[in-house]
C-alpha cells in the first residue's frame, strides 16, 4: 500500500514538473481556442538543441566508456524497437475496421523514439538524483531506425501482396540513409560524432546544456497544443488507435524494463539505464518518425499514426510511463 500512494504521490508531483506541466499548458491554450502560435522555426531550433545536447553528452561519454559496456543495451533497444513493430502487427492490425498499412505506421511511430520523452525523463531523473550511464540516451538510434524501416518494409510487402506484384523489392537500404539523413537522427548522430572525436566540452557547458531545459519546456509546449489538435483528427478513425495508445507505452515499457532489468543481472547495468531504456520504448517518435512514415509509407493516413502518437501517446509516456518507471525501479533494485 505504501508503494502504490507513494507511486500516486510521484504521478501527481509530476504534473508540477516542467516537462508535463507546459504540455498541459498546451494542451489547456489549444482547448481554450486560443490563437497563440510558436515560429516552426524555433520548434526546429528547440528540436535541433535538444538532440544536439543529448548527442554531444552521450560522445562524450563513449569517448571514456567500455564500448563492451554497450553492447548488449544496444542490441537490446534494436530487438525492443523492432518487437513492438511486429507486436502491433500481430495486435492492431487484425483488429476490426483497421486498415492495415495505418497499423503498420502505427506500431513504427510507437517503436520509434521521442525526443522530447526522453529529455523530460533525463529532467526528472536528474531532479530525484537518479544516475545512469551517460551514453545510455545514446541508443535513441538503435531504437528508432530498426522500427522505422521494419515498419516501411512491413507495409511495401503488404503493398506488393495487394497489387499483385509479389516480386516487388523494398530498398531496405534505401530506407535506412533516408533515415539516417532525417533531421533529427541526423542532428543526435551528429552529435555524437562531435562529443567522439573533438573536445566540445567548453561549448556544451557553456551553451547547449545551460538552455537544455528551457527549450524542453518550448518543445513540451507546442507538443501539447499539437496534442489537443490531433485529438480531432483521432476520432475520425478507428477507435482502436485511441486504445491502442492508450495501452502502448505501458505494455512496451514494461516490457523494456524488464529486458533492461535481465541485462542488469547480466552486466551490472545501472538502474537508471535500465529506467531510461523502459521510457525509450514506452516513447513514440514526434520528431524523426512522422516524416519518414508519410515518404515510407504515403498510403497509410497520419490522423492514425500521428494523432494516436501525438494526442494520447506522449502525455501518457511523459506523465504515467516516466513515475512508473522510477516507482517500479525503487521497488526492484
Known amino acids: 500500500m505504501d508503494i502504490l500512494v507513494e507511486f500516486l504521490m510521484r504521478v501527481l508531483g509530476q504534473f508540477q514538473s516542467p516537462a508535463l506541466a507546459f504540455l498541459i499548458g498546451g494542451i489547456l491554450v489549444a482547448a481554450a481556442g486560443s490563437k497563440l502560435q510558436i515560429p516552426d522555426a524555433i520548434y526546429q531550433f528547440a528540436v535541433f538543441m535538444l538532440l544536439m545536447r543529448i548527442g554531444l553528452n552521450g560522445g562524450m561519454e563513449i569517448r571514456e566508456a567500455d564500448l563492451t559496456e554497450m553492447l548488449l543495451p544496444a542490441l537490446a533497444a534494436a530487438g525492443i524497437g523492432a518487437g513492438i ?67 516501411i518494409v512491413l507495409a511495401g510487402m503488404h503493398k506488393a501482396r495487394s497489387t499483385g506484384a509479389a516480386r516487388e523489392s523494398v530498398a531496405v537500404w534505401q530506407i535506412v540513409r533516408e533515415s539516417l539523413q532525417g533531421a533529427a537522427l541526423s542532428a543526435l548522430i551528429l552529435g555524437l560524432l562531435l562529443g567522439l572525436f573533438t573536445r566540445p566540452e567548453r561549448v556544451f557547458e557553456t551553451f547547449y546544456d545551460p538552455l537544455f ?4 519546456s518550448v518543445l513540451m509546449l507546442i ?111
Not at 100 to 128: C, H, K, N, W, Y
Not at 269 to 281: E, H, W, Y
Not at 296 to 311: D, K, L, V
Request: aromatic share 8%; hydrophobic share 55%.
Open 85 to 151: 513493430v511486429l507486436l502491433g502487427l500481430v495486435t492492431l492490425a487484425r483488429l476490426p475496421k483497421i486498415n492495415r498499412p495505418d497499423a503498420i505506421a502505427t506500431a513504427g511511430l510507437f517503436g520509434a523514439v521521442s525526443a522530447s520523452t526522453l529529455g523530460a525523463a533525463m529532467l526528472m531523473m536528474e531532479q530525484e538524483g537518479i544516475e545512469y550511464e551517460a551514453w545510455v540516451p545514446a541508443l535513441y538510434p538503435f531504437m528508432d531506425i530498426p522500427a522505422l524501416v521494419l515498419a
Open 213 to 216: 531545459r528551457g527549450l524542453l
Open 223 to 333: 507538443m501539447g497544443m499539437e496534442a489537443w489538435q490531433r485529438l480531432g483528427e483521432l476520432r475520425k478513425v478507428a477507435q482502436w488507435y485511441a486504445v491502442y495508445a492508450v495501452l502502448a507505452p505501458i505494455t512496451h515499457g514494461l516490457v523494456a524494463f524488464g529486458i533492461g532489468y535481465l541485462i542488469h543481472l547480466a552486466t551490472g547495468f545501472s538502474p537508471g539505464g535500465v529506467i531510461l531504456l523502459a521510457v525509450l520504448a514506452a516513447s513514440s517518435s514526434d520528431i524523426s518518425g512522422p516524416p519518414t512514415l508519410r515518404a515510407g509509407i504515403p498510403e497509410a493516413n497520419p490522423s492514425a499514426y500521428i494523432g494516436a502518437s501525438t494526442s494520447l501517446g506522449t502525455p501518457i509516456a511523459v506523465g504515467l510511463c516516466i513515475p512508473l518507471f522510477i516507482a517500479l525501479a525503487q521497488v526492484v533494485f
